[in-house]
């Protein structure tokens, strides 16, 4: 089993829809949580941290269930600038990080 | 922007070839890795480093080796490359601590023939 899993996709949305993203993680000493986003061919930059009371930047919102080990992404509104491939981030001890293999976003108009 | 450079974007070489991916980053970070990223998989962690003369190995083996003689300065080594060493090596720097964001360099496309 990956230590962190996620739906590969690909979601194909149009524009202003809604969509979010799930993912579970298998060690349960995990500490810290990210989303990344990575355009193809390049390389994954962080849209956010995820924190156990929930957090939202702008269209996006991140929320944290430590007890079933499940981290979602929700993107309101949803832009063509926002196709990508959204990597679920867990740190595995210190600052290792184990990522899990994406779920890709497509946005139409 | 974060500040971490990596050259060469792109590298094709034969079987058999010495090569070094270079990493430099200008932000003081003390903490730096590398990932190995083949097309559509995830990120797997081959090498990272807590600080100068400090190198681990990570959860993927890899042939490949690393230095950190200066904080900024991170390269990794392939000795004798191999087909089966084609892919994307992606290299990170975060400050410390625990469970800092990392930033990530843009990455070398490597193809070995």
């Known amino acids: 089993r990956k230590e962190v899993e996620q739906d590969p996709g690909p979601f194909n949305v149009p524009e202003g829809a809604t969509v979010a993203f799930n993912c579970t993680y298998s060690?349960?000493?995990?500490?810290?949580f990210f989303w990344y986003r990575q355009d193809c061919r390049k390389e994954p930059k962080l849209l956010m941290s995820?924190?156990?009371s929930g957090n939202e930047d702008g269209r996006f919102t991140a929320q944290l269930n430590r007890a079933s080990q499940y981290i979602s992404l929700l993107i309101r509104d949803s832009k063509l600038s926002d196709s990508a491939t959204y990597l679920c981030?867990?740190?595995?001890?210190?600052?290792?990080?184990?990522f899990g293999a994406g779920t890709i976003l497509r946005v139409k108009s | 922007e974060a500040d971490i450079y990596q050259t060469p974007r792109y590298l094709v070489i034969g079987t058999g070839k010495k090569i070094t991916l270079e990493c430099s980053q200008t932000?003081?970070?003390?903490?730096m890795y590398w990932y190995q990223q083949d097309p559509g998989m995830e990120l797997h962690l081959i090498h990272y480093?807590?600080?100068?003369?400090?190198?681990e190995k990570g959860d993927l083996s890899s042939e490949s080796t690393v230095s950190r003689i200066r904080t900024e300065h991170f390269p990794l080594t392939l000795e004798s490359a191999r087909p089966s060493h084609t892919s994307q090596y992606l290299c990170?720097?975060?400050?410390?601590?625990?469970?800092?964001?990392?930033?990530f360099g843009p990455g070398t496309r490597l193809l070995v023939l």
């Open positions: 990170a720097s975060s400050e410390g601590g625990g469970g800092e964001t990392q930033y």
């Open positions: 060690n349960s000493a995990s500490q810290s």
């Open positions: 995820v924190y156990s």
């Open positions: 981030v867990v740190n595995k001890y210190g600052n290792k990080l184990v």
């Open positions: 932000m003081g970070h003390d903490k």
């Open positions: 480093s807590y600080g100068v003369n400090s190198t």
